[in-house]
C-alpha cells in the first residue's frame, strides 16, 4: 500500500495528538514505512530528515544498531515485570547510572512512563514530603509564565501555555505564576544575564510572599521548550537555587525536554551548577525508542517517607509500566554511547555549524531572533522586527515554512512562529546545512506578503 491507502485508513480509525483533524482534509498525515539514523521513509519512497527529533526523543538516530542490539538481548531474557515486590537488572544498573551521572545529592531514583507522570510524581512527592514533617498547609506551587510541563491535569495546573492550557482552567489547580526570565524581552543593549538577574525580582517577590505555602518552584532550565524555545541564563537557576533553600521550598527542575545533552551538558542544571531537589526525566532518556521517565530526589526526602507500615508516610503512587526492562535497557545503551561515542564534545561541533548556517537569518526582515542554547537552535519570524510586534496567529505563518520544508525533504514542526532544530546527534554537517537552507527557504516563504 501507498502513502494515500494508509492515510485513509488512518483517518477513519484514528484520532491523533495535538492536532485539529480537520487539518488533515487538506495535510493527510505522513504514513513512515521505516526510519535509519536521521532519515524517515515514507510508503512513497520519500524520505525526511527528522530535524526535531521525533518531538525531542531521538538522540542517536531511529534504528540505532546499538541500541536495537541491546533490545533484542534483552526481549529474550525479560520483557517486563511489576516493579513492587520484584525488580530486575536494567531497571538497577539504570537507577545507578542516572544517579551517577545526575548533579550530586541526587540518590533515589523513580520511574514512570511520560514526561507528564515524572511532574505529578515530583509534584505529589514534594507536597507528601511537607505533610510527613507536618507542614500540610504547604500545597502551592511556584511556576513561570510561558512554561510548559505536560498534558496531565497536574501537569497543565503548572504550566502556562495558554493555547494548551485555557479550555482546561475550570479542571486545574491555582499555581502561582511567577513572570518568565525569557531573554527574547531583554531591552535593546541588556545581556540576557542583565535580564535573567532583573528577572528574579518578582520570583523573590512570590517567594517572600507565599513560601509557607509553598511545596516548589517548578522551572524547564535555561529553554522553555514547547513555549516557543525561549531561553535563559544561568545566573536565574543559582539565584532560584540560593532562594528556595532560604524560603524552604523545593525546586524541582524539569528536564524532560532539555536533559540528556540538548544544552550542551548532560543536564542544563549543570550551567549554573547546582542540583535541584526533585530532577524530572523523559523524552531522550531511552534514546527516543520507548516511553519511560523518571524522577530523581534526594536522600533527605526520601527519609520522609521511611517508616513502619503503620505511620502511613510511604508514597504509594504507581504506574502499570513503572521500571519497564526493555525501556530501561533502550536508556542503558543510550548511555553507552554517550560514553563511548564522546557524545557532548562532538555536540560542540554539531551545535558550532548550526551557528554557522543560522547566523545570516538575523538580518532577514521578519526574523526578530536566532537563538541558541547548544543544541537547540530557534529561528523567530514576527511581523515587525524592531517591536517584535507577532504576526496574527491565525496566518499560521510558522505551518507554510513547515509545509515547505516537507515537501522538500525536511520536517521541521514550529511553534507558532518559531522554527527550531533539535536534531539527532548524529546528524552530519552536510545535513545541517540542508536543513537550514530549507527552513530558509520556508521562512523567506512564510514571510512574504
Ligand atoms: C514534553 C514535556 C513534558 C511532558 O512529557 P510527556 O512525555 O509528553 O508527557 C514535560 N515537560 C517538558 C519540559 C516537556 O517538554
Redesign the pocket.
Given at each position: 500500500m501507498k502513502n494515500n491507502g494508509w492515510a485513509r485508513r488512518d483517518l477513519a480509525a484514528l484520532w491523533h495528538p495535538c492536532t485539529q483533524m480537520k487539518d488533515h482534509e487538506q495535510f493527510p498525515p505522513i504514513p513512515i514505512k521505516r526510519a535509519q539514523g536521521v532519515w524517515l521513509e515514507d510508503y512513497d519512497g520519500k524520505r525526511y530528515l527528522d530535524a526535531i527529533s521525533s518531538?525531542?526523543v531521538n538522540l542517536f538516530g531511529h534504528c540505532n544498531p546499538r541500541i536495537n542490539a541491546a533490545l533484542r538481548e534483552q526481549l529474550d531474557r525479560l520483557e517486563h515485570v511489576l516493579l513492587a515486590g520484584f525488580t530486575h537488572e536494567p531497571a538497577i544498573l539504570l537507577a545507578e547510572r542516572l544517579i551517577q551521572l545526575a548533579p550530586k545529592g541526587l540518590a533515589r531514583c523513580f520511574y514512570a512512563d511520560?514526561?507528564?507522570?515524572?511532574?505529578e510524581i515530583a509534584m505529589k512527592m514534594s507536597y507528601h514530603y511537607w505533610r510527613n514533617l507536618g507542614r500540610a498547609n504547604k500545597t502551592r506551587f511556584i511556576t513561570l509564565a510561558n512554561?510548559?510541563?505536560?498534558?496531565?491535569l497536574g501537569?497543565l495546573s503548572v504550566g502556562n501555555v495558554a493555547l494548551y492550557k485555557e479550555t482546561y482552567a475550570p479542571l486545574l489547580m491555582p499555581a502561582i505564576s511567577v513572570a518568565s526570565p525569557d531573554c527574547f524581552y531583554r531591552e535593546p543593549g541588556e545581556s540576557c544575564a542583565e535580564y535573567s538577574r532583573r528577572m528574579f525580582i518578582p520570583m523573590e517577590q512570590a517567594l517572600e510572599k507565599h513560601a509557607a505555602e509553598t511545596c516548589a518552584v517548578i522551572v524547564?532550565p535555561l529553554v522553555q521548550?514547547?513555549g516557543g524555545m525561549r531561553m535563559y541564563d544561568p545566573v536565574y537557576l543559582a539565584l532560584l537555587r540560593e532562594a528556595c533553600d532560604r524560603h524552604g521550598v523545593h525546586l524541582i527542575a524539569?528536564?524532560?525536554?532539555?536533559g540528556f545533552g540538548r544544552t550542551g551538558k548532560m543536564f542544563a542544571c549543570e550551567h549554573a551548577a547546582i542540583a535541584p531537589d526533585f530532577l524530572?526525566l523523559?523524552?531522550g532518556l531511552t534514546g527516543g525508542y520507548l516511553?519511560l521517565?523518571a524522577v530523581l530526589t534526594t536522600d533527605e526526602i526520601y527519609q520522609a517517607f521511611y517508616g513502619g507500615y503503620a505511620t502511613l508516610r510511604a508514597f504509594l503512587h504507581s504506574h502499570s509500566y513503572t521500571g519497564n526492562a526493555l525501556a530501561c535497557r533502550a536508556a542503558l545503551a543510550a548511555l553507552d554511547i554517550f560514553e563511548q561515542d564522546k557524545v557532548l564534545e562532538n555536540n560542540q561541533m554539531l551545535a558550532r555549524a548550526m551557528h554557522d548556517v543560522s547566523a545570516r537569518f538575523t538580518h532577514h526582515l521578519h526574523v526578530a531572533e536566532v537563538r541558541q542554547t547548544g543544541m537547540i537552535l530557534a529561528i523567530e519570524m514576527t511581523k515587525d522586527k524592531a517591536s517584535r510586534t507577532p504576526y496574527p496567529w491565525q496566518e499560521r505563518r510558522g505551518l507554510t515554512a513547515a509545509r515547505h520544508a516537507l515537501s522538500q525533504g525536511v520536517l521541521l514542526r514550529p511553534l507558532g512562529d518559531v522554527i527550531y532544530f533539535m536534531p539527532p546527534y548524529v546528524i552530519t554537517a552536510e545535513e545541517i546545512a540542508h536543513m537550514a537552507e530549507t527552513a530558509r527557504q520556508g521562512i523567506i516563504l512564510a514571510t512574504r506578503d
Open positions: 518531538w525531542w511520560s514526561g507528564s507522570a515524572a511532574m512554561g510548559y510541563h505536560g498534558e496531565t501537569a524547564e521548550c514547547a524539569d528536564e524532560v525536554a532539555v524530572c523523559g523524552k516511553p521517565s
